[in-house]
Nanobody
Framework: QVQLVESGGGLVQAGGSLRLSCVAS????????MAWYRQAPGKQRELVAS???????NYTDSVKDRFTISRDNAKNTVYLQMNSLKPEDTAVYSC??????????????????WGQGTQVTVSS
């Protein structure tokens, strides 16, 4: 099937930066949209940023002008550059991808896949 693996999370002081990476592997025919979500304790999961296969991106208001999403289609990878981090950015960040995949017999279908998540902690 398809697997998504995130990396780059960690502990950083307010005002610092982190760069998250998410690599997709497996039975991939093509990847359409990719996105980063986050969920803080006691809070609902929210969409942080998304990017289409052509590079068009969108951001939630709270991270605009601070975060940048990008992708490398040749590597099936999406990145999230996070600058000027704030304590309220603390959350588990998860990668999501809309993937066109195949069965063992070559039948093609599309569905969403999720990574396991990576912890981002911003101290004040």
């Amino acid at each position: 099937q398809v697997q998504l693996v995130e990396s780059g999370g960690g502990l950083v002081q307010a005002g610092g930066s982190l760069r998250l990476s998410c690599v997709a592997s497996g039975r991939i025919f093509s990847i359409n949209a990719m996105a980063w979500y986050r969920q803080a304790p006691g809070k609902q999961r929210e969409l942080v940023a998304s990017i289409t296969s052509h590079g068009n991106s969108n951001y939630t208001d709270s991270v605009k002008d601070r975060f940048t999403i990008s992708r490398d289609n040749a590597k099936n990878t999406v990145y999230l550059q996070m600058n000027s981090l704030k304590p309220e950015d603390t959350a588990v960040y998860s990668c999501n991808a809309d993937v066109s995949t195949t069965t063992n017999y070559g039948y093609r279908y599309s569905r969403n896949f999720w990574g396991q998540g990576t912890q981002v902690t911003v101290s004040s």
